[in-house]
């Protein structure tokens, strides 16, 4: 029996909601088919945004959303992808699969979207191959509300009144897709770019998010943070960090992402937790500079990456997403939980059709992956406090020198004063029985929910609803303890009254 002791007396930070937060990229069909069909499609839609796409990100509660980029983010131009429609520029999206990129959605439909789903605005922008000055208009036309040419340009273009831009990103990649430079270099362009990302509104500052590091780059953290800190809080108020689970480690052979055995399972998930290690690690270092976390660790590309479905364009990076994707997702979202003193946002990659998508699409059909319920499930953390809570766990594997532990769980105090506890089961077959400890607690009474399959199972055009959350019951409350079995292969979320 594993116990988990949780103490909701001892809160250790807020639950941002942008924790839960996505990045959507032109890249495949991630915009286009996607999100966006245009406002003559025969897909229903509202204003070009597909209707059942809209309708279950809402239901996940997006509370933030990352644009254009990515990579595409330092190849992009606003001003290509404003005005009328039939005028906008063309041109090859030579990053990802050479397509005909059309326009058609620029700043006016990515703000319509945030509109729709009710979620704040994450813009990136140009560093590696646009201007100062491109940049510095940008931020103007979507956010000056006075007399300027660029506002009047916005006005002009049907938006009377200025946008909120919540979060900018200046720069993406810049160590590699975004202009391969070195951090001393960069950390220098920050300075005079963020310069220009004007606060026209001082009740709505922008969160302006410096370009961090990949993966295990130390060196560019500590870089970056010496070449810009001088300059104090305000001028930075977020660093990225990217990091992607690859199960083989191996980018010229990623591993399918159905086709898969138990070895590769627990790679997948071994590389998965490595997340912890990187956050700690970038974190540390960001404290030597900002021992008060004024700056906020931005995950702002997290999920796995395995090669494309058979068939399909390899620009595109469209995969099925299992149980396996799943468990991905629930170890990051407690991680992130559980480093709330610095991760201030994450965006998993992507929302739609590319990477870990929360959602699939093909012409008018529509699924949700394993991941979407995560999402789901976890959506009760959003704004809430995290509360102290430890689970003994042991380690598992299929190798010997790939071990992981059996359990990971997060909990969190909601604003009605419930209790929400997200746990998952590493293992892929064996269940674990569980007595929650609650410190000076009593629990009244609870409800659950829980998502659970063969590792490989999925959700497809065909047989949409082969992964679902279902209500779980199965466990006893006894004054100061819960108990249960969490079978294999599962994330469990549980709602408690005290
Ligand atoms: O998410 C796909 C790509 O991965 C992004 O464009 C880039 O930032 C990263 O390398």
Known sequence: MAKMYVNPNVKKGHLNPELQGHF???????????????????IPNVNGMRTDVVEALKEIHVPVLRWPGGCFADEYHWRDGIGPKAGRKKMINTHWGGVVE????????????????GCKTYINGNVGSGTVQEMSEWVEYMTF????????????????????VDYFGVGNENWGCGGNMRPEYYGDLYRRYQTYVRNYDSKKPIQKVACGANAEDYHWTDKVLETTFDHGYGFMNGLSLHYYTL???????????LEFDEKEWYRTLKATLKMEELITRHGA?????DPQKRIGMIVDEWGTWYDVEPGTNPGFLYQQNTMRDALVAGINLNLFNKHCDRVKMANIAQMVNV???????????????????????????????LVESFAETREIGAEEHVRVPNLTESVSCSKDGRLHLTLTNLSVDEAEEMECIFAQTKI???????????????NTFEMPDQVHEEDFTAFTVDGDRVSFTLPPCSVLHLELEI
């Open 102 to 117: 059309d326009n058609s959605f620029g700043t006016h439909e990515f703000m319509e979207l945030c509109r729709q789903l």
């Open 355 to 385: 990477l870990q998508a929360v959602i699939l699409t093909e012409g008018a059909q529509m699924v949700k992956t394993p991941t979407w319920h995560v999402f789901h499930m976890y959506s009760h953390h959003q704004d809430g406090e």
């Open 444 to 458: 009244n009474s609870g409800k659950g929910t829980i998502l659970t399959g063969a590792m490989g199972a999925h």
């Open 24 to 42: 959507s990229e032109h890249l495949g069909r991630c915009i286009y088919e996607g999100i966006y069909v245009g406002e003559n499609s025969e």
């Open 285 to 289: 270092i960001m404290d030597q500079y």
């Open 247 to 257: 199960p083989t480690g191996n980018w010229n052979k990623k591993g399918s992402a």
């Open 145 to 164: 509300e006075g007399v300027s040419p660029l506002a009047d340009l916005r006005r002009a273009n049907g938006h009377e009144e200025p946008w909120t």
